[in-house]
Structure formats: C-alpha cells, structure tokens
C-alpha cells in the first residue's frame, strides 16, 4: 500500500509542480509541455487504484503511464533541437499576417499558452535542461521506480 501511496503522490505532484512554475517563475508553457502533463494524472489514478486493489498491475500501469510522459517528453527535447517540427498547430510561433481587427484579434486570442514549442522553457537559468528534458528524466525514473515497486508486491 504504501509503494502505491508514494507513487501517486509523486505522479501528481509533476503536473502541480509544472502548473506551479507558471506563476512561481514565471514560465509559460507550450502545446507539448500542456501534454506532457496528462500522463502523470494517469499514473496517480493508476496507483491510486493500486493502493485498494490490484497493487502489482496498477503499479505497472502507473509506470506505463510516466514512460508516456517521458515519451512526449523526448519528443518534444527533438523539437526544442530543431531535430523535426512539432504537429500540434498550437506549437507554431504566433505570426499576424498584416493588419486585424480588434475583433480578429479578440478571435486569434487562444485558451491555452500559445508560446512556440521550440523555445525551451528553463527552470534553472545557465543550466542547460529545459523543462522538457527534466520531464523526461522524472517520466522515466518515475516509471523505473512503479515498475520496481511492482514487482516486489506479491501476486494475487
């Protein structure tokens, strides 16, 4: 119980950490920093789950579902390198084409940040890892961590 416990609480606390950091210091995220963060709530569902049934496969999803966040993590380290463009239209640098409107530009206003995902957001100014790059390497340890937790849990 208490490895399902942990792992939930570490899985929510990235996407409350991240959504911290924007008023905190400051940063905006981007489209893939905005998707990066869905995974992790996932995980702390998963292993929340694992803290009252099904400890071992809801520690194996929870780590399943931080791998992913990884992932989008990795993917989104080889767009701030400029390795290969982002798909996600949020992620393209706001660009006017000539003169709008009031209302034209009342309507391009978006919900959601709309910094480009090619722009690393750092955490640690001078340190060069973005927050992508630390996502990947939460992601993924945290992922490690469920996965070992799993397989110390006996079978049901």
């Given at each position: 119980?208490?490895?399902?416990?942990?792992?939930?609480?570490?899985?929510f606390?990235a996407?409350?950490?991240a959504?911290g950091?924007?008023?905190?210091?400051?940063?905006?995220?981007?489209?893939?920093?905005?998707?990066?963060r869905?995974?992790?709530?996932?995980?702390?569902?998963?292993?929340?789950?694992?803290?009252?049934v099904?400890r071992?496969p809801?520690?194996?999803?929870a780590?399943?579902?931080a791998?992913?966040?990884?992932?989008i993590?990795?993917?989104h380290?080889?767009?701030?390198?400029g390795?290969?463009p982002?798909?996600?239209p949020?992620?393209?640098?706001?660009?006017s084409g000539g003169a709008?409107?009031?209302e034209?530009?009342?309507?391009s206003l978006a919900p959601?940040?709309?910094?480009p995902c090619d722009?690393?957001?750092?955490?640690?100014?001078g340190l060069?890892?973005s927050?992508?790059g630390?996502?990947?390497?939460?992601?993924?340890?945290?992922?490690i961590?469920?996965?070992r937790l799993?397989?110390?849990?006996?079978?049901?």
């Amino acid at each position: 119980m208490a490895s399902a416990l942990l792992i939930a609480i570490l899985a929510f606390g990235a996407p409350l950490f991240a959504k911290g950091s924007e008023s905190w210091f400051g940063l905006a995220p981007c489209e893939l920093c905005l998707w990066q963060r869905w995974p992790y709530w996932v995980a702390g569902a998963f292993a929340l789950l694992g803290v009252f049934v099904w400890r071992r496969p809801a520690l194996r999803l929870a780590g399943l579902a931080a791998a992913v966040s990884a992932a989008i993590g990795a993917f989104h380290l080889g767009v701030e390198f400029g390795w290969w463009p982002s798909p996600l239209p949020g992620c393209q640098a706001a660009t006017s084409g000539g003169a709008m409107s009031v209302e034209e530009m009342l309507r391009s206003l978006a919900p959601t940040p709309t910094k480009p995902c090619d722009q690393p957001a750092h955490l640690i100014p001078g340190l060069p890892l973005s927050m992508a790059g630390m996502n990947l390497i939460y992601g993924a340890s945290l992922a490690i961590l469920a996965w070992r937790l799993a397989r110390k849990e006996p079978r049901r």
